[in-house]
């Protein structure tokens, strides 16, 4: 496997079963059903990997804390820049724009649709404060622009739906042979 594929399956089966910040699915949970949704909507291999990892940046951040999600999500600790950092050591722009510019997305649709906003997670209103808030008419134009945005976007709409009770959702194993190939070594 690729060194950076080991780390995280690694990083998954030793934190993925925390809480995942104040929502009722854990960690792994949330990424799986996110990467599945991504996959049962047939986006590219790249984006379904992007949905698998996008919230690594938490579990890689401090792996040493061992402290509840929630109470770390008091301050904003750029989890986004985090994980597209620690990513990029493995894969391309395909996946680790996507992650970076996941939160912004989020800031985005909550200044471009109406209803957005009132579909969040009380957790997710909670962290969209920590994180600016809904974006300004000119910063909403400026992140559309971007090479990623589409992609972030939509992996933010795979993010929101990866908070569900739900049984179904493939195990990590099924997303190997993606992550194998989207990994350059």
Not at 74 to 89: F, I, K, M, T
Request: with cysteine.
């Amino acid at each position: 496997m690729s060194e950076v594929v080991d780390q995280i399956v690694e990083v998954l089966r030793e934190r993925g079963d925390e809480a995942y910040l104040g929502e009722r699915v854990s960690m792994l949970e949330h990424m799986l059903q996110a990467a599945h949704t991504a996959q049962q909507e047939g986006a590219p291999d790249a984006l379904v990997v992007a949905a698998l990892v996008h919230d690594i940046g938490h579990l890689v951040h401090d792996a040493s804390a061992g402290s509840d999600m929630v109470q770390l999500e008091s301050v904003d600790r750029v989890h986004e820049e985090v994980g597209a950092a620690w990513l990029a050591r493995g894969f391309g722009p395909e996946v680790t724009e996507p992650v970076r510019l996941h939160v912004a997305a989020k800031r985005y649709l909550c200044a471009t649709e109406r209803d957005y906003f009132a579909a969040l997670s009380p957790a997710s209103v909670h962290t969209l404060s920590l994180q600016g808030g809904p974006m300004s008419p000119a910063e909403a134009a400026d992140f559309i622009a971007l090479p990623h945005a589409d992609a972030a976007v939509a992996l933010r709409r795979f993010d929101d739906a990866g908070k569900r009770l739900a049984g179904g959702t493939p195990s990590l194993e099924h997303f190997l042979p993606l992550l194998l190939a989207a990994a350059r070594d």
